[in-house]
């Protein structure tokens, strides 16, 4: 697996807070993996520093997280915004908020994400170092980091002549009829390991040689998807610890 290091990417908000507490929260989806190492690595970048303390928020019924953060008087907190009416509403705390999630076209509030054109790129030369020619991306077209991803696909097939194709992930609705459509061997891409693992469980049941005839590799390395199923999936490690480490960096020096 490739590890591909994050990267601050810089909004509009401006620094206008000086009061400081000692707590940073993170508001995160811990149920994933790669929310899990964001939270390790801002935890590490919170004790180095000796000064602020770090913990994982919480909600309680009806609570909006800029409810919570206000209530709480944190120093700081990590979000993962998915959403641009939440972005706008963070964007006018006084209290410093970086984003950390790549969902958004562009974030007001400050954001440190993976570079997930390199995270693609990594994932299409995995399978054309194996031989792969043609190829396909299983993607979310309205969502940004799956957008950077099939670009960086897209750059390495063009360098090596390989075909390149683009399939719309639904949740629960695996593309398996598309899939079969194009021209194998097949080595295909998910734009994060749920949509490779569901591509892949559904081409194995119908007794498709995996990964001879069909390849797949997913994004972000999740143990419980790509350890959980019959075959183990491939797929590229983000550094969910380095984003929490920058993170937590540009909030401490706000």
Known sequence: SAVVDARAVYGSHRTVWRHWVDEILAFLPVEHEYARRIVRGGRDAAAHSGRFGFCQGRL??????AQAIAKEGVA??????????????????????????????????QRVVVDNVAVGRAAAAHLVERGFRSLCFIGQPNVTFSRLRFDGCREVASAHG???????????ETPIHELLSLPRPLGVVGCHDAAARDAMDAVM????????EVAFIGIDNSEVICEGGVMSLTSIRTNGESVGRVAVTILIRM
Request: with cysteine; charged share 20%; glycine share 8%.
């Open 60 to 65: 309680t019924a009806g609570q909006s997280i």
């Open 76 to 109: 700081g907190a990590l979000v993962f915004l998915g959403n641009e009416e939440m972005d706008r509403e963070l964007a006018g705390m006084r209290v410093p908020v970086v984003n950390v999630s790549g969902r958004l076209d562009r974030s007001l509030t």
């Open 162 to 172: 390989c075909s390149l194709h683009h399939v719309a992930y639904r949740r629960r």
């Open 205 to 212: 049941a119908l007794h498709i040689d995996v990964p001879n």
